[in-house]
């Protein structure tokens, strides 16, 4: 049963910075594409960043140059450091994990809230 634990959402001034975590069980880590994806209110929920089996980065356009994603195979964690946050940021940031031939799984997300 493939478990998935978000941490390090808060409350943050905009210009501040966070570091999200995920915790990752019941999977084989290392073979998982790995994600952060983030729900404003009102909106649909987006992609913000993934980052696949060979470390392969790819960001949503309003992040590039802000946010990093990272991942620790040797820990099953995946990481999202946010620089320079900006009101728009706020939302709750859910992490993702996918594999060839299975469904998508979820967290059940951290709260993320910049103020201006």
């Known amino acids: 049963q493939v478990q998935l634990v978000e941490s390090g959402g808060g409350l943050v001034q905009a210009g501040g910075s966070l570091r999200l975590s995920c915790a990752a069980s019941?999977?084989?880590?290392?073979?998982?594409?790995m994600g952060w994806y983030r729900q404003a209110p009102g909106k649909q929920r987006e992609s913000v960043a993934i980052?696949?089996?060979?470390?392969?980065?790819t960001y949503i356009d309003s992040v590039k140059g802000r946010f990093t994603i990272s991942r620790d195979n040797a820990k099953n964690m995946v990481n999202l450091q946010m620089n320079s946050l900006k009101p728009e940021d706020t939302g709750v940031y859910y992490c993702?994990?996918?594999?060839?031939?299975?469904?998508?799984?979820w967290g059940q997300g951290t709260q993320v809230t910049v103020s201006s």
């Open positions: 993702y994990a996918n594999a060839w031939n299975t469904s998508p799984s």
């Open positions: 019941g999977i084989i880590f290392s073979r998982y594409t």
């Open positions: 980052i696949d089996s060979g470390r392969r980065t």
